[in-house]
């Protein structure tokens, strides 16, 4: 069955940097698209970034120039690079994936922006 498993998450100061990971197993990782969502208690999840089976990305205005994903198709897994976090990044961070029009979601990866 499908499985995203994230991790990567943790506490850091703002300014500072995390790489997420997301993990992906049974379906054909390299021919769909990835997507990297986040959610604040009480708000909608919102899409962080998206990268296509060529490897073209997508991201939203919010954290264009400091986030960065990238895909490994070997090792069927998706990256989050996060530069210069701000503490407006805190969130729990999901990686999703739709397939034949059903959606798939990680448990999720929680990422803390503090002093």
């Known amino acids: 069955q499908v499985q995203l498993q994230e991790c990567g998450g943790g506490l850091v100061q703002p300014g500072g940097s995390l790489r997420l990971s997301c993990t992906a197993s049974g379906f054909t990782f390299s021919t769909y698209v990835m997507k990297w969502f986040r959610q604040v208690a009480g708000k909608e999840r919102e899409l962080v970034a998206e990268?296509?089976?060529?490897?073209?990305?997508n991201y939203a205005n919010s954290v264009k120039g400091r986030f960065t994903i990238s895909r490994d198709n070997a090792q069927k897994t998706v990256y989050l690079q996060m530069n210069s976090l701000k503490p407006e990044d805190t969130a729990v961070y999901y990686c999703?994936?739709?397939?034949?029009?059903?959606?798939?979601w990680g448990k999720g990866t929680l990422v803390t922006v503090s002093a």
């Open positions: 990268i296509d089976s060529g490897s073209g990305t």
């Open positions: 999703n994936t739709r397939i034949l029009g059903r959606v798939y």
